[in-house]
């Protein structure tokens, strides 16, 4: 059986698709340039707050990713509802919709919301800051930023780590930046008939000449040990995190030097080793 179209049906049909187009499409267009721009203007007021911020000297780094996160994905909110509204749709019965689809992305996405919380805590309580050394995890590297969802952190081999908040949050952590001073201690083994009160006294000296170890706690120097006719002297002194690098890898050198400047083959060091103290060690926090 043939079926014949009417031709003032399909004439119908599209006098009212094209009412329709003429009708929507505008609202579409309109929809769509203000999706575009508003998320242009977005990026860049995220960008501008938080270059205002960093110019102002008042904010402290650390905040500053997140502010500028925040005013973006604040706007970015308002243009997708404004977006919406000019296609029509009533944002009203839409927020009760997106309430319970943000439920289930929620559930969906309990990790994801476990990075930001972890984020709002360690922002909170501020562990560590921009600038720091840290060891947490496995790994280790000066925080470059913390965001919402991840702290960017770089190695001192010039590698660029990608640490999400939870794994963060959620594991020991060791801060090298944020106490005023770190210890170093070294062992000077020295023929144990040499003048040791002297060789005692040489370590100090050398400390309180070089102004990178701090005046307080004093450097303190200490007879270790007795052994095959050798004595071990330790030398303990505190110095500033910003120079404890260099000041440790030129410090067994500047020993020797300053030993053999005496003159003395019995206060000739036989052997100078840098110790790292274990957290088991309890000295290593006490002030004499």
Same mark, same amino acid.
């Given at each position: 059986m043939n079926t014949v179209l009417d031709p003032q049906k399909l004439t119908g049909f599209g006098e009212m698709a094209w009412a329709w187009a003429f009708a929507f499409l505008p609202q579409l267009a309109v929809a769509l340039a203000i999706l575009i721009i508003g998320t242009l203007v977005a990026g860049w007021a995220g960008n501008l707050v938080r270059s205002l911020a960093a110019r102002s000297g008042r904010v402290?780094?650390?905040?500053?990713?997140?502010?500028?996160?925040?005013?973006?994905?604040?706007?970015?909110?308002?243009?997708?509802v404004a977006a919406l509204g000019q296609l029509g749709i009533q944002t009203a019965s839409l927020l009760a919709v997106l309430g319970a689809a943000g439920l289930a992305i929620g559930l969906a996405l309990q990790g994801t919301l476990t990075n930001?919380?972890? =984020?709002?805590? %360690?922002?909170?309580?501020?562990?560590? +800051?921009?600038?720091?050394?840290?060891?947490?995890? =496995?790994?280790?590297?000066?925080?470059?930023?913390? =965001?919402?969802?991840?702290? /960017?952190?770089?190695?001192?081999?010039? %590698?660029?780590?990608f640490a999400p908040n939870a794994a963060i949050w959620n594991t020991a952590?060791?801060?090298?930046?944020?106490?005023p001073g770190r210890l170093i201690v070294l062992q000077v083994k020295?023929? $144990? +008939? =040499?003048?040791?009160?002297?060789?005692?006294?040489?370590? +100090?000296?050398?400390?309180?000449?070089?102004?990178?170890?701090l005046a307080t706690p004093a450097?303190?120097? /200490?007879?270790?040990?007795?052994?095959?006719?050798?004595?071990?002297?330790s030398f303990r002194a505190w110095a500033a995190h910003a120079t404890v690098g260099a000041l440790q890898r030129g410090l067994i050198d500047a020993v020797r030097q300053k030993f053999e400047a005496e003159a003395v083959p019995d206060l000739?060091?036989?052997?100078?080793?840098? %110790?790292?103290?274990?957290? $088991?060690?309890?000295?290593?926090?006490i002030e004499e």
């Amino acid at each position: 059986m043939n079926t014949v179209l009417d031709p003032q049906k399909l004439t119908g049909f599209g006098e009212m698709a094209w009412a329709w187009a003429f009708a929507f499409l505008p609202q579409l267009a309109v929809a769509l340039a203000i999706l575009i721009i508003g998320t242009l203007v977005a990026g860049w007021a995220g960008n501008l707050v938080r270059s205002l911020a960093a110019r102002s000297g008042r904010v402290d780094p650390t905040l500053l990713p997140v502010f500028g996160t925040v005013v973006r994905y604040g706007i970015t909110i308002l243009v997708i509802v404004a977006a919406l509204g000019q296609l029509g749709i009533q944002t009203a019965s839409l927020l009760a919709v997106l309430g319970a689809a943000g439920l289930a992305i929620g559930l969906a996405l309990q990790g994801t919301l476990t990075n930001i919380s972890a =984020g709002i805590m %360690l922002l909170w309580l501020r562990p560590f +800051k921009v600038g720091d050394y840290i060891e947490v995890g =496995g790994i280790s590297g000066t925080v470059r930023e913390i =965001g919402l969802f991840a702290c /960017h952190i770089d190695t001192l081999d010039g %590698l660029f780590l990608f640490a999400p908040n939870a794994a963060i949050w959620n594991t020991a952590l060791r801060n090298y930046s944020r106490n005023p001073g770190r210890l170093i201690v070294l062992q000077v083994k020295l023929p $144990a +008939k =040499g003048d040791l009160a002297r060789a005692q006294s040489l370590l +100090k000296d050398m400390a309180a000449a070089d102004p990178r170890f701090l005046a307080t706690p004093a450097p303190a120097a /200490h007879i270790e040990a007795y052994a095959d006719g050798n004595a071990v002297i330790s030398f303990r002194a505190w110095a500033a995190h910003a120079t404890v690098g260099a000041l440790q890898r030129g410090l067994i050198d500047a020993v020797r030097q300053k030993f053999e400047a005496e003159a003395v083959p019995d206060l000739v060091p036989l052997q100078v080793t840098r %110790l790292l103290p274990t957290d $088991a060690d309890p000295t290593r926090l006490i002030e004499e």
